[in-house]
């Protein structure tokens, strides 16, 4: 959710799971006036020499890169071999351990064994733009333990930028220059639970029909049952806005208006659960 000109007026309390929808969030009023190396290291030796890995604050889900070598990958693993240059730009440079698994061809795959229980998941993938911008769709399918779940849409709609001088690099063009920003993150409610212990796979089949599909990683968690409403009388809900979670439309007039209704009358902001585009 890109809010840019909310943070002088409100104190945003937000739960925000890693899921396809909103569990649920209510946004309260303030009461404020105002030396080079020819190769890097590979993310496992990084991780395997991380004193610290285990300080930090406690989060709620589980990351698994899709490069670790306890994965089994017949897609292509791309990697960051080299010191970039400051024009440099690539997938494999915006990687969270620089490095990715690409899945070119039909069957190829990216299998992850489950350390713990989830029911939500987070891709961070990179499927093609269209040829003038805008974005494309793909689907990609998800098996578990060998049998077909679901498939995934993906989409590229709000990643791909390029190095337009004139738009300080945030043209949607292709014509305007070198890409970057290649990652976007897609979140769903699986429908088949995992467990400890299961196997996913990310497989590309005949029908998943983009040129490749791009994963950084995955992460996944229990995420827990939507939040009940405030308490009558003391919020607003985005629906009486507008906004409606259950369509494909964009969303950010309705719920701006619903904050500024909020912010003028003292109250709440209601998002019930949802998948609301902004």
Request: glycine share 6%; aromatic share 6%; proline share 7%.
């Amino acid at each position: 959710m890109h809010c840019n000109n909310l943070s002088h007026l409100l104190s945003v309390f937000v739960v925000w799971h890693l899921v396809g929808s909103l569990s649920a969030i209510a946004i309260e009023p303030s009461h404020e006036t105002n030396t080079a190396h020819s190769r890097l290291p590979a993310y496992e030796e990084l991780n395997a020499k991380d004193k610290n890995k285990d300080v930090g604050a406690n989060i709620p889900f589980i990351t698994y890169e899709a490069e670790d070598s306890k994965n089994r990958i017949t897609g292509k693993v791309r990697r960051l071999t080299s010191l970039p240059g400051r024009a440099d730009r690539s997938p494999e440079l915006e990687a969270s351990g620089h490095a990715y698994v690409s899945l070119e061809s039909t069957g190829d795959y990216l299998q992850i064994p489950v350390s713990a229980a989830a029911n939500a998941m987070v891709i961070r993938h990179s499927i093609p733009d269209a040829p003038r911008g805008g974005g494309t769709n793909a689907t990609l399918s998800l098996y578990i333990n060998d049998q077909h779940s679901q498939d995934i849409t993906f989409s590229s709609r709000y990643n791909w930028l390029y190095i337009d001088p004139a738009r300080n690099g945030q043209s949607n063009s292709p014509a305007s220059g070198k890409p970057h920003v290649f990652w976007d993150e897609k979140r769903l409610i699986l429908k088949q639970p995992l467990s400890a212990g299961d196997m996913i796979r990310l497989q590309k089949d005949s029908r998943n029909d983009a040129a490749y599909y791009r994963v950084d990683l995955v992460d996944l968690e229990m995420a827990p049952p939507p939040l009940a409403p405030p308490k009558t009388g003391t919020y607003i809900s985005v629906e009486q806005c507008g906004a409606n979670g259950q369509d494909n439309k964009d969303d950010t007039a309705a719920i701006q208006k619903c904050i500024v209704k909020a912010k003028s009358e003292g109250k709440s902001v209601w998002i019930p659960p949802g998948n609301y585009l902004q």
